[in-house]
Nanobody
Framework: QVRLVESGGGLVQPGGSLRLSCAASGFTFSSYAMSWYRQVPGKGRELAATITTVGGTNYADSVNGRFTISRDNAKNTVYLQMNSLKPEDTAVYLC?????????WGQGTQVTVSS
């Protein structure tokens, strides 16, 4: 059974930091590109960051320089380190695994940036 379980979300003040984790199981984690998406009610899902199977990374312009995606294949886990958080980063953050046309999604973790 495929599972992607996000954790690490919460309430943080502007300028603060959070580290999200996504624990994967039920598939060959190292063979999949991993991404973090974020979604705000009433808006589309936005791709925030991607890490390939060989460690290459890509970021949305809105988070570039503030967020860092990483993966630990030994732990089947992908991380998103978020620094200098802004109120506009408030969203549900979802973990995604993708290989060719196969995609798996987690349930998401809420991040709220507010004073």
């Amino acid at each position: 059974q495929v599972r992607l379980v996000e954790s690490g979300g919460g309430l943080v003040q502007p300028g603060g930091s959070l580290r999200l984790s996504c624990a994967a199981s039920g598939f060959t984690f190292s063979s999949y590109a991993m991404s973090w998406y974020r979604q705000v009610p009433g808006k589309g899902r936005e791709l925030a960051a991607t890490i390939t199977t060989v460690g290459g990374t890509n970021y949305a312009d809105s988070v570039n320089g503030r967020f860092t995606i990483s993966r630990d294949n030994a732990k089947n886990t992908v991380y998103l380190q978020m620094n200098s958080l802004k109120p506009e980063d408030t969203a549900v953050y979802l973990c995604n695994a993708r290989k060719y046309s196969i995609a798996f999604w987690g349930q998401g973790t809420q991040v709220t940036v507010s004073s």
